[in-house]
């Protein structure tokens, strides 16, 4: 697993180590936290395996495969944050495309056929109808969403070429929520980009209040909508991609979203209900770049995969603020070595 630090990658990891599978993650901290890792362990029951790696050394992660060989690879490993991506494109190829060629080159050598791939309902773009599926034509308006759009390619390209491999690219909605332990969840660095955490932070007294990106969009209540998913369910989606990658050969694309859409303000007030207090806010001007309404239409990931998502909104914010209560600066104080659950 590449970036097993990671928000996404760690529930994931936790998930498919309760399912019986050993996990060997790698990640190089560039986005995420030892703490992580190190929570993971505590979850994991010795089943996994952790080695700093950064993925662009070809070298290491040959010689890694060589010592411990896997069935199968689990690929988060990325750069997500669509403004920074507008900023530095070259970081953002060089970590999301660059990184995945290294990857798929040193499967090759190795002898590695089974992959799924964390890829991004961003390359839809400004989509012309809702739901989503999966046969919406590819339109990425930013360097983010395109290193996505590239790695898919390369992926599809790659199954072409050698017939026996079996891929799957994960388009997944706005991951949200944490683990219900309280260990593990989402700990940006800096400030928050996505609403969430954001959200999260002001409930904790982090940040003074919200600004809300625009009231005056063609939704009921003027604010954007997002299909927000539960972290635990994206995790188990890619439990049952894995577990399902012999059953086809070749590329294939899955949404991982809930059919549901959440207005931002909708967001606001589960996350007061779950804080048990108002949380502050202020409507500001739009954010370049963000849409009215991004909702999967997830009809495929039930028909291949079996696999639907069992938690609501509700869920989300009273896991994250669970959380963040008990983590209220992430996981800075397990890297300090104290615990704080
Ligand atoms: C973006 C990307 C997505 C990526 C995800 C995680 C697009 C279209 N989407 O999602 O691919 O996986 O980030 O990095 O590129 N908002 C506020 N105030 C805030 C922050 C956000 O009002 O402080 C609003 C936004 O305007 C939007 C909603 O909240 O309507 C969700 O924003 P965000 O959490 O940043 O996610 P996306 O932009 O949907």
């Known amino acids: 697993m590449t970036g097993a630090a990671g928000f996404i990658g760690s529930h994931t990891a936790v998930e498919l180590m309760a399912a019986g599978h050993d996990v060997v993650g790698v990640d190089n901290f560039a986005n995420s936290s030892p703490g992580a890792v190190e929570r993971v362990h505590r979850l994991a029951d010795g089943r996994f395996t952790f080695v700093e790696l950064d993925l662009r050394d070809r070298t290491s992660l040959n010689e890694l495969l060589r010592r ?10 990325a750069r997500k944050a669509v403004g920074e991506s507008v900023d530095i494109p070259l970081d953002y ?3 999301n495309v660059n990184a995945t060629l290294g990857l798929v080159s040193v ?5 590695v056929n089974r992959l799924v791939f964390s890829s991004s309902c961003s390359i839809y773009g400004e989509a012309e109808s809702m739901p989503i599926r999966e046969d919406a034509p590819a339109r990425p308006t930013n360097p983010y969403a395109r290193t996505k759009w590239m790695c898919e390619q ?15 690219s994960l388009r997944y909605f706005n991951p949200a929520g944490a683990h219900p332990s309280g260990l593990l969840g989402e700990d940006p660095r800096g400030v928050p980009n996505n609403v969430l955490p954001y959200i999260a932070q002001v409930a904790v007294g982090r940040r003074a209040e919200l600004s809300i990106f625009g009231d005056d969009y063609p939704t009921p209540d003027g604010t954007g909508i997002r299909d927000y998913i539960h972290v635990v369910d994206i995790a188990e989606g890619h439990r049952l991609a894995l577990e399902a990658l012999g059953e086809a050969t070749g590329h294939r694309v899955i949404n991982l979203g809930t059919g549901h859409g959440t207005s931002v303000r909708e967001l606001l007030t589960a996350f007061s209900a779950a804080c048990g207090r108002e949380l502050p806010s202020r409507v500001v001007a739009r954010r370049p770049g963000d849409v009215a309404e991004l909702v999967a239409d997830p009809s495929l990931a039930r028909e291949l995969l079996g ?7 509700a869920d989300m914010c009273r ?6 209560r008990h983590n209220p600066n992430g996981y800075a104080e397990t890297d300090r070595g104290g615990t704080e659950q």
């Open 68 to 77: 411990r060989p896997v069935d199968a690879v689990v690929h988060f490993a």
């Open 93 to 95: 190829y060089d970590t």
């Open 107 to 111: 499967m090759l050598e190795r002898g």
């Open 154 to 168: 390369i992926l599809a390209d790659v199954c072409q070429r050698h017939p026996d491999w079996q891929v799957t």
């Open 307 to 313: 696999w639907k998502a069992t938690r609501d909104v």
């Open 319 to 324: 896991d994250a603020w669970n959380f963040q």
